[in-house]
């Protein structure tokens, strides 16, 4: 009989934490297109917990304390933030972004480390603007600079994408945005 009580107050323990975590799920998509948003960061204010949309534009955030609202923030390189309300009981919540354009300086890719005027530099530099990545019609870094520098390459493998320059690998590249 005690060993039964022992099991029932065991189980007990582990069973409610298992109730107490909520999971809110959603999909990001273009406030004027309705396309999805790849790449968007959601994360939870005053919280560690986060993720980020896949390709479908569909997020899950897991394993969140039980609370009453979750205020929930919405980031993308390309897009004005959002903010969403969310309860512990929303599933399926969409959040719709507004496109933002925002002009860059100039950028600078050198193969040294160190920072120079792109005039006294001593290795061959390609400045890309703002307006070039918004012609290409790219929504990645990883496609703005394939198709903007063509000595680029990217490989895709189950470890991740690794960029090459001209052969070079990522041991040797330093990316840098400003």
């Known amino acids: 009989m005690l060993k039964k009580i022992i099991l029932s107050v065991v189980s007990l323990f ?3 934490p298992a109730w107490s975590q909520v999971t ?3 999909i990001v998509l273009d406030s004027e297109t309705g396309k999805p948003i790849q790449g968007a960061n959601i994360r939870v204010d005053h919280s560690l917990s986060g993720t980020s949309t896949n390709s479908k534009g569909e997020f899950s955030l ?3 304390p039980q609370q009453d609202n979750y205020r929930i923030r919405v980031t993308h390189v ?3 933030p959002a903010d969403y309300t969310a309860t512990s009981a929303d599933n399926g919540i969409i959040i719709k972004m507004q496109e933002s354009y925002i002009n860059l300086g100039q ?3 050198t193969g040294t480390g160190t920072h120079r005027r792109m005039s006294n530099s001593p290795v061959p530099i390609q400045v890309i ?3 070039d990545i918004q012609n290409a019609g790219v929504t990645s870094v990883e496609e703005a600079l ?3 520098m063509p000595n680029i390459t990217t490989v895709t493998n189950g470890m991740g994408t690794f960029l090459n320059l001209n052969g070079t690998g990522q041991d040797y590249m330093i990316v840098m945005e400003i």
């Open 62 to 64: 897991q394993n969140l």
């Open 129 to 131: 603007t703002a307006k």
């Open 146 to 148: 394939t198709r903007l």
């Open 107 to 109: 950028v600078v890719v």
């Open 14 to 16: 582990m069973i409610v």
């Open 78 to 80: 390309s897009y004005l």
């Open 24 to 26: 809110v799920s959603g």
